[in-house]
């Protein structure tokens, strides 16, 4: 019985983080400290939270997709760069001491929740595209470095890669939008992948978040109203401050 409350609250908690996730940004600064919470070591955890970060993205991609937004073969480049910097942030975090990684977690879900919080959410529009020759080897080389950070933790990624792909490739919100989940879709497989190789993955419990984060990312995308976003980024601040205090004085 208890474990099945477990998983009917991830269901919950992977909800409100899709929703969040919609609204705001910033899913992950929820769902990986509450699996940490709830008894996983972190390196576990980390692996565990992918589950949701793969289906969420490919979901997006899809339907982007489907409306026939793409970036091809833009995306596929950024991605091969990002899955080799995922492959070496996915290492780090699995070898790195679980008392160590909660601290440089508490410190990134403060730093991002921060950055969500006061963020301007308009991009720059009506550019020409910059997506090759020079421009696409430094964000081949970029992506690289992306592709570490979201192997390692991956909390708050798509607020880097949405800024990059605008004021350096010049892309417009619908196509950096478009690319950031398709590539996310593929290095975080890449990252799952090894989490998994390693034993750091919990099936059950990620695969109960992921249900959550689809269906809040789907209600979120139909009932959220424009001036409720920063309500939401306030408390998610507040909560986020919270949990990174729990993780760094009260592991």
């Known amino acids: 019985m208890e474990e099945y409350l477990s998983l009917l609250f991830l269901v919950v908690i992977g909800f409100f983080a899709g929703v969040v996730n919609t609204l705001a940004g910033g899913g992950s600064l929820f769902t990986l400290p509450v699996l940490i919470f709830l008894g996983l070591p972190p390196h576990l955890a980390n692996g565990t939270n992918r589950i949701a970060i793969v289906v969420q993205?490919?979901?997006?991609?899809?339907?982007?997709?489907?409306?026939?937004?793409?970036?091809?073969?833009?995306t596929i480049y950024l991605g091969i760069s990002a899955c080799l910097g995922a492959y070496f942030g996915a290492q780090i975090a699995i070898d790195l001491d679980g008392s160590l990684f909660n601290k440089i977690l508490a410190l990134i879900m403060i730093l991002v929740g921060f950055l969500i919080l006061f963020k301007q959410k308009k991009l720059e529009e009506g550019l020409v595209e910059r997506l090759s020759g020079t421009y696409l080897i430094w964000s081949i080389i970029g992506f690289f470095l992306i592709g570490i950070y979201g192997g390692f933790i991956n909390a708050g990624i798509g607020i880097v890669i949405m800024l990059f792909l605008n004021?350096?490739?010049?892309?417009s919100l619908i196509q950096s939008n478009a690319t950031k989940v398709a590539v996310v879709f593929i290095y975080s497989t890449v990252a799952l992948l090894i989490f998994a190789y390693n034993d750091a993955v919990d099936w059950k419990m990620g695969s109960a978040m992921a249900f959550g984060t689809s269906f809040g990312a789907w209600f979120a995308s139909r009932w959220s109203v424009k001036k409720g976003d920063r309500v939401i980024r306030i408390a998610m601040l507040f909560v986020v401050v919270l949990m990174a205090i729990k993780l760094w004085f009260f592991e």
């Open 57 to 74: 993205s490919l979901s997006g991609a899809l339907g982007y997709r489907s409306k026939g937004v793409s970036s091809f073969p833009f």
């Open 167 to 171: 004021r350096f490739n010049h892309m």
